[in-house]
């Protein structure tokens, strides 16, 4: 009888993704690891990597709480999916063809509702995640906060986009954990910008 042998899979963090765990922006754990307090090292095409057990290690030096995110077997984003949740079709699918077009190695899934929107963060895990506030029968704002807590979401990289006009709507959302915010109409040079600078460090 063949016996099955178990190996314990090496854990490793892009800077993206220790900042989404942590709490932090991505230049907080970039200059983390620049100023020697995270151990990590750059990968050949220069981007940084962290050990799951060195950032553990950290963030106990520090007395931060561990992250859900690291117990075992939590899932990780992918950070070539991407999915646009906006019940405006139109925009969607606009947003969704301007990616398709000028980001090529990246899946851009669409969602017109919170609900298939749900069912698929938590299936595909898409590591970006562009969300409209203004979604039918849904608060944009717990959807947000939710995606950024959950660790069954795999903490993706969450940019806002909203016709909301209230002033006060960019400071919740940030605190609520979004990574950007955008108000339409959109620039989608923009967008295509802060995604791409994003997988960068990922």
């Known amino acids: 009888m063949n016996k099955e042998i178990k190996t314990k899979r090496i854990q490793i963090f892009s800077a993206l993704e220790v900042a989404n765990m942590c709490g932090v922006v991505n230049q907080t754990a970039i200059n983390w690891i620049r100023n020697g307090h995270l151990k990590a090292f750059n990968t050949p095409g220069g981007q940084y990597r962290v050990y799951k057990d060195d950032l553990i290690e950290f963030i106990h030096a520090r007395g931060m709480r561990v992250p859900e995110a690291l117990n075992e077997g939590e ?65 944009g704002q717990e959807i947000c906060k939710r995606i950024k807590n959950d660790p069954a979401f795999g903490k993706p990289y969450v940019i806002i986009i909203t016709a909301l006009e209230d002033a006060s709507i960019e400071d919740e959302m940030y605190s609520l954990g979004a990574d950007k915010f955008f108000r339409k109409p959109l620039v989608l040079a923009d967008l295509r910008a802060v995604i791409e600078s994003a997988m960068e460090t990922t």
């Not at 929107?117 to 203004?134: M, N, R, S």
């Open 75 to 139: 899932p990780s984003a992918n950070w070539k999916s991407l999915i646009v949740i906006d019940d405006d079709k139109g925009l969607n699918s606009a947003i969704r063809a301007y990616l398709e077009k000028n980001i090529p190695d990246l899946n851009v899934l669409q969602s017109f509702d919170g609900f298939d929107a749900g069912a698929q963060l938590v299936e595909k895990k898409p590591g970006f995640v562009i969300l409209d506030l203004a979604l039918p029968g849904v608060v």
